[in-house]
T-cell receptor, first 113, second 116 residues
Framework: NAGVTQTPKFRILKIGQSMTLQCAQD?????MYWYRQDPGMGLKLIYY???????DKGEVPNGYNVSRSTTEDFPLRLELAAPSQTSVYFC????????????FGSGTRLTVV | AQKITQTQPGMFVQEKEAVTLDCTYD???????LFWYKQPSSGEMIFLIY??????QNATEGRYSLNFQKARKSANLVISASQLGDSAMYFC?????????????FGKGTKLTVNP
């Protein structure tokens, strides 16, 4: 049981480049989320999805886009990368409210230079 | 707006002793959840314990317990019998429940160091 799988684990981008961070879960969770963690800080919600075809903004959505065409996949798109997007990105999924059902991926460390 | 405050940037504890990590929260929602996560130096987020706002008893999971004081809006994590492997960042988080999804708001974390 893989849980939440994120790729790539590390990436260096140049300013202005674009990329897609991949996230896939095999637990049939309806709810999926993207967070970013800046150095020395807690995680902040970028976007989330309550099911295929439904997405909504979180606390820090600017500079990002998402799509949810299937239950399993929730990619995060960065357009025109900026140094301020240097961060660790975590994807998560959940099936209900309350605790252990909330599963995080191992993270993608992104550096924009 | 929801807010989580962790006032201890760093904590030190001797191996085998207990330690309390502080967390206070602010919300106007009647229904919410409180989480604690451990983040070791390898970077993954490890779920430790959860407390629902309507739960009558404090949550416990092995060596972890959550001291939930609703009137004071605090949700402190107590780790008993600390181990060297407990050295890590610890994050308190709050969820806003809506439509089944849980959007988490995190504190800035506390770095725990367990000394031998």
């Amino acid at each position: 049981n893989a849980g939440v799988t994120q790729t790539p684990k590390f990436r260096i981008l140049k300013i202005g480049q674009s990329m897609t961070l991949q996230c896939a879960q095999d637990m049939n969770h309806n709810y999926m989320y993207w967070y970013r963690q800046d150095p020395g800080m807690g995680l902040k919600l970028i976007y989330y999805s309550v099911g295929a075809g439904i997405t909504d903004k979180g606390e820090v959505p600017n500079g990002y886009n998402v799509s949810r065409s299937t239950t399993e996949d929730f990619p995060l798109r960065l357009e025109l990368a900026a140094p301020s997007q240097t961060s660790v990105y975590f994807c998560a999924s959940s099936y209900s409210t309350g605790g252990a059902g909330y599963t995080f991926g191992s993270g993608t460390r992104l550096t924009v230079v | 707006a929801q807010k989580i405050t962790q006032t201890q940037p760093g904590m030190f504890v001797q191996e085998k002793e207990a330690v309390t990590l502080d967390c206070t929260y602010d919300t106007s929602d009647p229904s919410y959840g409180l989480f604690w996560y451990k983040q070791p130096s390898s970077g993954e987020m490890i779920f430790l314990i959860y407390q629902g706002s309507y739960d009558q008893q404090n949550a416990t999971e092995g060596r972890y317990s959550l001291n939930f004081q609703k009137a004071r809006k605090s949700a402190n994590l107590v780790i008993s019998a600390s181990q060297l492997g407990d050295s890590a960042m610890y994050f308190c988080a709050m969820s806003r429940n809506g439509g089944g999804s849980e959007k988490l708001v995190f504190g800035k974390g506390t770095k725990l160091t367990v000394n031998p």
